[in-house]
């Protein structure tokens, strides 16, 4: 397809209620989300890496597990970083769950008898199940240790957080084909118990799709820690300026991107990495207590202090009053040009 006929039809997808991401489709990164696409499009969080031992820019498409791509941004995707591959972001936000067998699980699909809606360049299939209304996890058979809800060898269940490369794009692989099975597997027809290997299996259990889990137990009030004080009459800007906007950019993008950024700013304003440490508690009274995936998972000193650690191996930039100062000198420069 040419880049109009691969925007239509990724516009055709996202009006039809599935949520897209474009993936790479060469090279070790086939597959992946597409690099330049993202962070292009503004999609990404800087992280330090200790491989390149410098802050690099990470692409990031949690966004799209709740929300649909803008069409600004498709088009970006397409005519200007020459996307042409796309995959479905499974899950609550596109209706659909994805099972994926590799070739090792093709006699499981045949006993099971029906017919993919996707075939894969590895010999593969990709059967899609309609969303039950509750979180459905994203996981393989080796992340299950009861041996009774494992998923058979080769079965990979692709839900709520995960996400599968649509047809018609292409890897060097070859194509992902669409069959003419169009119509969403019903969950009532995954059977409860399957035989494989001699071992019996609780199939629709271990798919998520038998019931809703058990909810979570709620979690006691978490108490609101004040900001420190470092010192009175203290010169540098407002620290509860820094941590709002922190937990503003944690609530939207992630904890680590929040921290690693409310670090990044007490380095340029003249504060010590102790006294970023020491905003530990504060900061993690305010933000979430789940991960970006919506799990609950408490935001660790560990994780913090090691953003912490990364935004200050950097040189400092300019504090903010400097900063201020140079961005009203340009604006009169500027003025005075006009």
Avoid: C
């Avoid at 909810?215 to 900001?227: H, T």
């Avoid at 700013?265 to 530990?280: F, I, K, V």
């Amino acid at each position: 397809m040419n880049a109009q006929q691969t925007y239509e039809y990724a516009r055709a997808l996202v009006a039809a209620g599935v949520s897209v991401i474009p993936v790479e489709t060469a090279g070790e990164r086939a597959k992946k989300p597409h690099y330049k696409a993202l962070v292009g499009t503004g999609f990404f969080e800087e992280k330090f890496s200790k491989r390149a031992d410098r802050v690099v820019k990470v692409p990031r498409w949690e966004s799209f597990q709740k929300e649909h791509v803008r069409d600004a941004d498709l088009r970006a995707w397409v005519f200007r970083f020459g996307v042409r591959g796309f995959a479905m972001v499974t899950g609550e936000v596109s209706g659909l769950v994805a099972l994926d067998f590799d070739p090792a699980s093709l006699d499981v699909l045949a006993r099971l008898g029906w017919t993919p809606h996707v075939r894969t360049p590895s010999g593969g299939a990709h059967v899609y199940v309609r969303h039950p209304g509750w979180r459905v996890k994203t996981l393989t058979g080796s992340s299950v240790k009861d041996a009774r809800f494992r998923l058979p060898e080769g079965l990979d269940v692709r839900g709520d957080g995960g996400y599968v490369v649509l047809p018609p794009t292409e890897t060097e692989k070859g194509a992902y084909i669409r069959t003419g099975e169009r119509k969403p597997l019903d969950r009532e027809l995954i059977p409860e118990l399957l035989q494989v290997g001699g071992k019996a299996i609780y199939l629709k259990a271990a798919v998520g799709l038998m019931h809703a889990p058990a909810p979570e137990a709620q979690a006691a009030p978490r108490q609101i820690v004040p900001v420190p004080v470092f010192a009175e009459h203290d010169p540098r800007p407002y620290l509860g300026t820094m941590v709002d906007k922190a937990v503003g950019l944690a609530w939207e993008r992630g904890r680590n991107e929040g921290g690693f950024w409310l670090a990044r700013q007490m380095r340029d304003n003249g504060y010590s990495q102790d006294e970023t440490l020491a905003l530990y508690e504060a900061y993690v009274s305010l933000v979430p207590d789940t991960d970006t995936h919506g799990h609950r998972d408490p935001y660790t000193y560990d994780e913090y202090s090691t953003s912490v650690a990364s935004a200050f191996r950097r040189a400092a930039r300019n504090p903010w009053d400097e900063r201020e100062n140079t961005k009203e000198a340009r604006r009169k420069a500027q003025g005075a040009a006009l």
